[in-house]
Antibody, heavy 123, light 112 residues
């Protein structure tokens, strides 16, 4: 069974830092591209960042570029999101999401999601 | 604001059919990019509902169906059930944006 379990969320002051983790199990983590998606309270979904299976290719949403860093450790089956210079507008539930494996030649989609971890940026 | 627009809410009685639109433009859905749909039950993580415009993952009831035409896509729920009350999001790609993926604005489905 595929499982994605996020951790590391919490309350942080504006300008502070936080590191989120996502522990993966039930599949060959090193074969899949991974993403972070966030959802502000009462709002919709926002794609945040992508990392290829090897970690060699990375993308960020403009809203977090230069402040957030995505990484992965395939030996530990783990995905990370280092968040620096946090702002109030970064307050959200952060989900890690597995990207589809590319079979069928469809635009990639998110076939499995974690339960999310809440990040609150407030003084 | 998202480039994929959905109605904020739709409602229907049990057993009825409801549809949710996802309206885009020539740089996303109209350019031929696939549309996927997610269901988010209250207090839970999103779940893949439809991929590649009209395909259901294993375990998703056939009451859910998707379609795409021109610059829009639609999700239909037939035989609406109480457990279908949730938020629904479409997802695609937009060639005019730097974002790798874009989500729709989201639609709350209420079962009357």
């Amino acid at each position: 069974e595929v499982q994605l379990v996020e951790s590391g969320g919490g309350l942080v002051q504006p300008g502070g830092s936080l590191r989120l983790s996502c522990a993966a199990s039930g599949f060959t983590f090193s074969s899949y591209e991974m993403n972070w998606v966030r959802q502000a309270p009462g709002k919709g979904l926002e794609w945040v960042s992508y990392i290829s299976s090897s970690g060699s290719t990375i993308y960020y949403a403009d809203s977090v570029k230069g402040r957030f860093t995505i990484s992965r450790d395939n030996a530990k089956n783990s995905l990370y999101l280092q968040m620096n210079s946090l702002r109030a507008e970064d307050t959200a539930v952060y989900y890690c999401a597995r990207e589809s494996d590319g079979s069928g030649s469809y635009l990639p989609y998110f076939d499995y999601w974690g339960q999310g971890t809440l990040v609150t940026v407030s003084s | 604001q998202s480039v994929l627009t959905q109605p904020p809410s739709v409602s229907g009685a049990p057993g009825q059919r409801v549809t949710i639109s996802c309206t885009g433009s020539s740089s996303n859905i109209g350019a031929g990019y696939d549309v996927h749909w997610y269901q988010q039950l209250p207090g839970t993580a999103p779940k893949l509902l439809i991929y590649g415009n009209s395909n259901r993952p294993s375990g998703v009831p056939d009451r859910f169906s998707g379609s795409k035409s021109g610059t829009s896509a639609s999700l239909a729920i037939t035989g609406l059930q109480a457990e279908d009350e949730a938020d629904y999001y479409c997802q695609s790609y937009d060639s005019s944006l730097s974002a790798r993926y874009v989500f729709g604005t989201g639609t709350k489905v209420t079962v009357l």
